[in-house]
Nanobody, 126 residues
């Protein structure tokens, strides 16, 4: 298992930016694809972005494509989610997650991720 701790959430006005970080400890971080998911009040958890174990491949939900960027620094055991042009509908608790099996390209299915952080709140005001 890998332990994940998110940080960087907060309150921002629409059009603003935030960068979320996900610090990992435990098993070898660099071998596992990472993902970001979010859950708004009263809604299901949804996929936001993914990055492969090497960082060479990424994928995004249509709702954030062109505004959010996922990345990773394997030397620092940290994954990031840069969020620009934020909208009120981006308000949610954001979770980072590590895939259960190594050397993946990154999944959009939450069931493929075995380790989760505790979440960080992002609130975008209009």
């Amino acid at each position: 298992q890998v332990q994940l701790v998110e940080s960087g959430g907060g309150l921002v006005q629409a059009g603003g930016s935030l960068r979320l970080s996900c610090a990992a400890s435990g098993r070898r971080f660099s071998s596992y694809a990472m993902g970001w998911f979010r859950q708004a009040p009263g809604k299901e958890r949804e996929f936001v972005a993914r990055v492969s174990w090497s960082g060479g491949q990424t994928g995004y939900a249509d709702s954030v494509k062109g505004r959010f960027t996922i990345s990773r620094d394997n030397a620092k055991n940290t994954a990031y989610l840069q969020m620009n042009s934020l909208k009120p509908e981006d308000t949610a608790v954001y979770y980072c997650a590590a895939e259960s099996t190594p050397y993946g390209l990154g999944s959009q299915r939450s069931s493929d991720f075995g380790s989760w952080g505790q979440g960080t709140q992002v609130t975008v005001s209009s």
